[in-house]
């Protein structure tokens, strides 16, 4: 079965074609069409400016990503987009379009969670993970552990109570003058610095949970950096992002252990989401999964962000499952993690 599939929920119009058959899922084109340098100068993305960048760009998206896979629109089986969560105007465009070109040429619509998505982009890994599994999905917008008992049915078992880990780490880039989104920036200046230089409180919150809270080691950070600024000597801009990832990295491996005394895990630990490409984060995790003899998954790192192919992916469960679009599909920017 081929898909042609569309993310467009936040700051990158992607489109991409993808093969699935025989229980093997295959990229054949992941055209993304970043905003990132539009935003960039405002600090961080600006809502009807998306809207408008990604009206631009969808159809020429789209004609990319079916020329690079050779395939022709009538040689698709369905198409998938995302229709949630997200920012509104954003996933109107890849909605509206979906559903339009899904009724010209009158193959299946399948409407996916950006979420899922995300933990689907493993799915293309040679030797992906089978459900159950714990996803632990780590974005700009987003920060959940979630168990996810089949391809299709997910259950939220743990969350931020505030701010994503991405947002974290993007504003303390951003305060430390890095251009947005300062995540990637981050992990390479955490490499050069000292992790024990400073100690941050924990995101895991106290307590038999499996939530974390952001904002206030956010707010550490930021009065930290401050306080340099104030007092005019140069921020130790290496120290304070390998510190800040110490932090953030003991956070996650304390809820996944609690996690796993649970028996949570299932078949391993997969990562997802945009922060999934921190290298610290995956040799944190991995190191974790090595020691309590885990499996653990990660997606190839230009699959992390956010890209069509991973949509294209769950789509296809989806559409296995029976979860196609009714023709009043809509877009959901609160949909849920399930
Ligand atoms: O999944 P994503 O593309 O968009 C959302 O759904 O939010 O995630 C974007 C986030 C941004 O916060 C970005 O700074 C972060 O992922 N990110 C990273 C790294 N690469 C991207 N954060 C930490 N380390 C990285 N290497
Ligand atoms: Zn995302």
Redesign the pocket.
Known sequence: MKILSFES??D?TSASVTLHEKGKNTILSNIVASQIDIHAAYGGVVPEIASRAHTEAISGVAREALSASGCQLEGIDAIAVTAGPGLVGALLVGVSFAKGLAASCGRPLIPVN?IRG?VAANYYLPDPPEPPFLALVV????TSLIRVRSYTDFETVGRTRDD?A??C??KTARVMGMPY????M??RAASLGDPKAFDFPSAAIPGDNLDFSFSGIKTNVINLIHKYGQSGAPVPVNDIAASLTRAVVSSFVKKLALAYEKGLVGNGIVLA???S???H?RSGVGDFAEKKRLRVYMPEKSL???NAAMIGAQGYYEFLAGNTASPSLNADPRMGDR
């Open positions: 929920s936040c990158e950006h995300h974005s700009g917008g987003h994503a991405g947002e780490f993007d989104p300062g995540g990637a981050l992990d989401g945009g922060v490409a921190n290298s984060l992390c962000g956010d």
